[in-house]
């Protein structure tokens, strides 16, 4: 449908075929520097392998999205101009990403209520990119909310080829983190939910006779959040990574993107070489930065103490789960009860849902199932809770976890499971 002009080596998905505005956009210094910041930030002290970037990632959603639009073209109508926009948006929807991924942004979000979406669209429209964009005759400002399946002057189907439950985004960092860290949850028929994409009033439907593999790539998404993104240990290092970025955050200006520029400078090995060459000129905190960074980079991890399932359906520990201060005042109690400094303990719990998100960041609830009959093309829209294999895992990872780096650990350990033991909780923490 399009004409490519270079052909790139993935492991993943064998030859990547670009056209003339793809590979522009991927010789752009601002692209070539997604090289430099790891998919998976600090996984590959737990995983070896997982040293692979965004910009591979970045090229296997392209390579998804324009098997996505050659498949949808088969069904409705579709120009060129549609397919190339799809395959820019899926190129670059992940171009505002700082160092260390989405662990940056949990202190970005925190700090100053930035996510790297946003910066993702000052990064369009702001340098090189909107440049090379316009000459190729597109507009940084569509291909903007396209990034995020977010465009209203857009067929919606082609948004959530993008940025849907179904995108083409999520089906290959299963498939790309999987084969870096050698975890075999995230192997998904890919290409069989893709083959099977219909069109029903706009939005991006399936097959019902993919109906199963539909179901893979959800329970492969819950493994892979239990054995890798949300795995103890990985935890363990981003953790350390995310307070050392609060601590240091005022001194380096680490979630500063006004100069958008120096916020791009940024990559892992730069930002970990400033936290660990720190001066901390007698502040507590900047020197606590710098010894969790060498802690870090030495992998001299915290250790988890105690984990425990959480039913968030008790409104005390939605709150627990959805309030940062709740969790640092429970985490101050415990270190008080266990005689530690309240800087050696950390409460973790996973913020991301279970099932993937849609394009407006809400849970995906239900998918839409095609049939088509003699009388045409039928179908229905099913909740996700009447299939029983995803229905099971449909909600958030519910798991609570201590850490601390204080050598007593048994200390830390007693003291919170006296916390979140037989006692109500009520009567511990403030309301």
């Known amino acids: 449908m399009l004409e490519s002009v270079a052909e790139i080596r993935d492991p993943v998905h064998g030859y990547i075929c670009v056209t003339e505005v793809e590979r522009a956009i991927i010789d752009l210094p601002v692209f070539q520097r997604l090289r430099r910041i790891r998919q998976l930030a600090g996984a590959h002290l737990t995983y070896p392998g997982a040293q692979h ?37 899926a190129l670059l929807h992940d171009i505002g990403h700082g160092p260390f991924s989405h662990v940056i942004e949990e202190v970005m979000v925190e700090q100053r209520g930035v996510t790297h979406e946003d910066v993702t669209r000052r990064v369009i429209k702001e340098t090189e990119v909107s440049d090379v964009l316009s000459k190729y005759g597109f507009e940084p400002d569509i291909m903007c909310d396209f ?17 849907g439950g179904l995108s083409v985004d999520i089906m290959d960092y299963l498939l790309r983190d999987s084969y870096f860290t050698g975890v075999e949850y995230g192997k998904v028929d890919v290409h069989r939910i893709i083959n099977s994409f219909e069109v029903v009033q706009d939005h991006l439907a399936l097959d019902q006779a993919a109906l199963y593999a539909f179901e893979a790539l959800m329970v492969a998404r819950y493994e892979m959040f239990r054995a890798v993104y949300f795995h103890r240990t990985v935890r363990a290092a981003e953790l350390m990574l995310i307070r050392a970025l609060a601590l240091a955050d005022d001194y380096l200006q680490i979630t500063n993107t006004t100069d958008l520029q120096r916020y791009l400078s940024m990559t892992d090995e730069i930002m970990l070489e400033n936290l660990v060459k720190i001066d901390p000129q007698g502040r507590s905190d900047l020197k606590r930065a710098r010894d969790l960074a060498l802690a870090y980079k030495n992998r001299n991890l915290v250790k988890c103490v105690f984990e425990k399932p959480i039913h968030r359906k008790d409104q005390l520990m939605e709150r627990i789960f959805s309030q940062k201060r709740i969790r640092d005042e429970i985490a101050s109690k415990i270190a008080e009860e266990a005689k530690v400094s309240p800087e050696e303990v950390y409460i973790d719990v996973p913020t991301t849902a279970s099932v993937p998100y849609t394009a407006d960041r809400k849970a995906l609830t239900s998918i839409i199932l095609a049939a088509r009959t003699p009388a045409g093309l039928t179908h229905q829209d099913v909740r996700l809770d009447q299939l029983p294999l995803v229905g099971a895992i449909s909600g958030f990872f519910d798991i609570l976890r201590v850490y601390t780096s204080h050598p007593e650990r048994r200390r830390v350990a007693e003291a919170a499971e006296r916390f979140f033991g037989k006692e109500s909780y009520v009567t511990k923490i403030s309301m």
């Open 147 to 163: 990034t995020l399946g977010l465009c209203a002057t857009r067929p919606r189907f082609l948004n959530e080829v993008v940025g």
């Open 53 to 89: 970037s965004r910009f591979e990632h970045s090229l296997g959603t392209l390579h998804l999205s324009g098997v996505a639009v050659n498949v949808l073209a088969q069904k409705v109508p579709l120009t060129e101009e549609m397919a190339q926009e799809v395959r820019l948006a």
